[in-house]
């Protein structure tokens, strides 16, 4: 029951129209390279060799829309090197089998490991299987391998002409990370107005970071406005949970909590409205009411103590940001970043030529057993090759679409591997269908066909962030009508593709069902890699109060990233094992769910206790230390027993330490007393989630799976999946 469940999710997954904005001014410029490739060769050459030399400009293509925050041409240029050197390679060695196969497997294992430097580089190198594939059919000679790897190569070069010479909304990705990490600071404040211990989820931060890092090239044409504001977003992200916190914020009810709730919802406008202007690159618009609002010295009084400090410093901050937006105007200057230790121009990221380290450190990290990215390395290895073997002994004459359409579908997690089965199927089925009704209209007719696979290359690329069952329609349809245009008739054509389409996505399919890399078993791990490093974070908080130096600040970020690593790999484990069909062994949805809101508590009382940290230089706190090392140590010995199944310490430690500052040290620093108590209640919660027999764990399993059961049995619409979970 549990598969059936689970492929039916899979299904309507697979099929899903996932709301995004869609690019048609990139798409048109994309089929335009692809058009760029086609029109001469089918002019000056002929259809057969128009078709083959618009495999690189519409792989190219394609990657381009992968997100990555390298400038597009140059991931245009590596996508059109890649393929063009796996087709020289592959037709070097596609003369016998007995030469391709294992080259062929040495290639695609590569590919496979490609993801562990991210998806964008996973997936190019998943194309550059699919070229060598290919050249399995074609004649095998130096000069005809040079020839079309040199075609092939061409395609990347139109595709990042055409970038250089017509850019379209330059810097575009890196402005929105940046717009999306104030708008989910500014959700944030709007939602504490109403819910003062609101979680804030920092993957738009961890994303705006990843955005802000650029080779030195790209750091002197980086425009003003994307220096600043990101660092604003993570200082006034604190200030505003402070603000709202009833304890060490605001009071619960009267003057004072109205007047943090205009304060924090004229952040959010304001933050908003910095957000509009960066991503559209247009003066900042913040309402007058907003900015009235923010007037502390006036209409302060109803705040005192520490809510007033958190006021004022919001204020200050907002100022701040709406003056780094405003850089982005005609003209204008880079702001001056603020001092502070380890405060460089710009993040590096390696160039190219700099990656070959970093891809040694990546790969070298995965080559564990239990690695996800290395057992997809070795289905797709295995995959490729027996589907190639397989094709060979088939009475089709392109029997390569079978492995090209198993790499094509294969990612490194259960999910999106059948999902993308599902939907290249039927969008191949549709694709198929609509083309070969146009040609049957058409006739032999190779100009036309070949603007028709332009045109249909231009949709693919317009779909392609919509859905890949609605792109790979429009995919298959453009091989169609590049296959009419060399002469192939549609009734040799179709059949195959369907069927060698429905034969791949069935081994791509097995192999995960043979070879798995399942995230359930794992989760405990990353629970306990997550509250490690919570505990880290923090303890480096309270250490800054004990020694408010800088150093202890560069301490305290490189915690904070950290822990937010670790947060991002528990939620994308989980998000997986929610889709998995295997038993729980170890933590069941609902303790799971459970665990995580414990550790969004302890994020949130270490994020109270930062937002009043002392200035560089400031009045320590020694009474931090000890508190510091006893919530150190009890995440560390939890982290250890979530690991092992045990029953997870419930902060013995913490407690004691709270114990012994009665009347002392408490009343001397609330802020502290308070992250401390929020981080007790967080450690006995968690215990409370995870701290179950294993009788009792397989007793919450199987009433897990009845109510999923009954939730599908009685709901046949999209949501009732998600709701069994």
């Not at 453009?478 to 369907?498: I, K, N, S």
Request: aromatic share 6%; with cysteine.
């Amino acid at each position: 029951m549990r598969w059936l469940r689970t492929f039916g999710e899979i299904a309507r997954s697979g099929l899903t129209i996932e709301e995004t904005r869609l690019e048609p001014l990139l798409a048109l410029r994309t089929a335009a390279g692809v058009a760029l490739v086609i029109g001469p060769a089918l002019w000056l050459v002929s259809p057969v060799y128009a078709a083959s030399a618009a495999l690189g400009a519409y792989s190219a293509g394609a990657a381009t829309f992968q997100r990555s925050w390298r400038p597009r041409k140059v991931i245009a240029l590596g996508a059109g090197a890649g393929l063009a050197l796996s087709t020289f390679v592959g037709y070097l060695a596609a003369g016998r089998l007995v030469t391709f196969l294992p080259l062929l497997a040495a290639w695609a294992f590569a590919a496979g490991m490609a993801w562990a430097l991210g998806p964008t580089s996973g997936i190019v190198a998943a194309t550059t299987v699919g070229s060598m594939l290919v050249t399995v059919t074609l004649p095998t000679s130096v000069g005809r391998a040079l020839e079309h790897a040199g075609v092939i190569a061409l395609g990347g070069v139109a595709q990042a002409v055409l970038i250089l010479l017509f850019p379209i909304r330059r810097w575009g990705a890196h402005r929105d990370a940046l717009a999306d990490a104030l708008a989910a600071v500014a959700d944030h404040a709007r939602r504490l107005r109403h819910d003062p211990t609101a979680p804030f989820d920092p993957e738009p931060l961890m994303t705006a970071r990843d955005a802000a890092a650029v080779t030195p090239s790209q750091a002197r044409t980086r425009p003003p406005v994307l220096h600043g504001p990101r660092g604003l977003a993570e200082r006034i992200l604190p200030v505003v949970a402070a603000l709202a916190d009833p304890d060490v914020g605001a009071p619960a009810e009267g003057p004072g909590r109205d007047r943090a709730r205009e304060l924090l919802g004229a952040a959010a406008d304001i933050l908003d409205a910095a957000a509009r202007s960066i991503r559209r690159g247009i003066p900042v618009e913040v309402p007058p009411r907003s900015a009235e609002v923010l007037r502390v010295d006036e209409k302060g009084e109803a705040l005192d103590g520490l809510a007033r400090q958190a006021a004022q410093r919001l204020v200050e901050l907002l100022a701040e940001a709406l003056e780094v937006a405003g850089s982005g105007g005609p003209g204008a200057k880079a702001p001056t970043p603020p001092p502070g230790p380890g405060n460089a121009r710009f993040l590096v990221r390696p160039t190219l030529f700099g990656l070959f380290p970093v891809v040694l450190r990546a790969v070298r990290g995965e080559l564990r057993r239990d690695s996800p990215v290395l057992r997809h390395a070795v289905r797709l290895a295995a995959v490729a090759t027996l589907g190639c073997l397989i094709a060979s002994r088939l009475p089709f004459e392109h029997g390569y679409w079978a492995p090209i359409a198993s790499v094509m579908v294969m990612r490194p997690d259960f999910h999106r591997t059948y999902a993308r089965a599902v939907g290249r199927l039927a969008g191949t089925l549709a694709g198929v269908a609509l083309a070969t009704g146009l040609v049957r209209a058409l006739g032999p007719d190779a100009p036309a066909f070949g603007a028709l696979a332009v045109i249909s290359a231009g949709l693919s690329y317009t779909l392609l962030r919509t859905g890949y069952a609605y792109s790979q329609c429009f995919t298959a349809a453009y091989v169609v009508f590049l296959l009419g245009m060399g002469g192939r008739a549609w009734e040799q054509t179709v059949p195959e593709r369907v069927v060698l389409t429905l034969l791949g996505g069935a081994l791509a399919m097995l192999a995960y069902v043979v070879f798995p890399a399942w995230e359930t078993p794992r989760l405990p791990d990353r629970l306990a890699d997550w509250l490690a490093a919570d505990g880290r974070y923090a303890a480096a908080v309270l250490r800054s109060y004990s020694e408010p130096t800088r150093e202890r600040r560069a301490d305290l970020r490189r915690a904070l990233l950290a822990s937010r690593k670790a947060r991002a790999a528990w939620q994308e484990a989980y998000d997986r094992a929610r889709h998995e069909p295997v038993g729980t062994r170890g933590l069941t949805s609902r303790e799971a769910q459970e665990a995580q809101e414990a550790l969004e508590g302890l994020d949130r009382a270490a994020m109270l206790v930062e937002s009043h940290l002392p200035r560089a230089g400031g009045r320590p706190a020694p009474e931090a230390v000890r508190l510091a090392e006893a919530l150190e140590a009890d995440t560390a010995q939890a982290a250890d027993d979530v690991r092992e199944h045990k029953s997870p310490d419930r902060g013995r430690r913490v407690e004691e330490t709270l114990h012994t500052w009665q009347g002392t040290a408490g009343e001397r620093n609330p802020v502290l007393r308070r992250g401390a108590e929020l981080q007790r209640r967080a450690l006995r919660d968690l215990a409370a989630a995870v701290s179950r027999t294993p009788l009792e764990r397989d007793v919450s399993s199987a009433r897990e799976e009845r109510r999923a059961r009954a939730a599908g049995s009685e709901d046949d619409g999209p949501g009732s999946a998600h709701r069994g979970e």
